[in-house]
C-alpha cells in the first residue's frame, strides 16, 4: 500500500508559473518509474511528464519546453514545473507509477490548478 499526497496547485494567470510536489509512501519509491497525470472536466486522465528511476525524463509534446519533472528519491518526493502555463493546463493533477500498464491501487486526491486570467 502506496500513500501519494499530491500538493502546489493553485491559480496562476497565463504565463506564469507553479511547483507541484508529490509525496508517496514506501521505499519502493525510488526503485520505480514515476510520472504525472492530469484530468480536465470531461477529459479522459492523461500522462503528461515521466521520470525513471534513474532520473530519465520523457514528456507529452503539448508540455516539452514548458513542464520540467523531477525527483527526489531520498526524500521521496516528485516534483513538476510549470513554467509558461496556459488556460488549457487547468485540470486537476495526480503523481503515481508510470511502469508499463503497471500503476499503484489507490491515487490521490490530485492537486487543482486554475489557468486564468
Known amino acids: 500500500q502506496v500513500q501519494l499526497v499530491e500538493s502546489g496547485g493553485g491559480l496562476v494567470q497565463p504565463g506564469g508559473s507553479l511547483r507541484l510536489s508529490c509525496a508517496a509512501s514506501?521505499?519502493?519509491?525510488?526503485?520505480?518509474?514515476m510520472g504525472w497525470y492530469r484530468q480536465a472536466p470531461g477529459k479522459e486522465r492523461e500522462l503528461v511528464a515521466a521520470?525513471?528511476?534513474?532520473?530519465?525524463?520523457n514528456y507529452a509534446d503539448y508540455v516539452k519546453g514548458r513542464f520540467t519533472i523531477s525527483r527526489d528519491n531520498a526524500k521521496n518526493t516528485m516534483y513538476l514545473q510549470m513554467n509558461n502555463m496556459k488556460p488549457e493546463d487547468t485540470a486537476v493533477y495526480y503523481c503515481?507509477?508510470?511502469?508499463?500498464?503497471?500503476?499503484?491501487?489507490?491515487w490521490g486526491q490530485g492537486t487543482q490548478v486554475i489557468v486564468s486570467s
Open positions: 503515481n507509477m508510470n511502469w508499463g500498464r503497471a500503476r499503484f491501487d489507490s
Open positions: 514506501g521505499s519502493i519509491f525510488s526503485v520505480v518509474a
Open positions: 521520470i525513471s528511476s534513474g532520473g530519465i525524463t
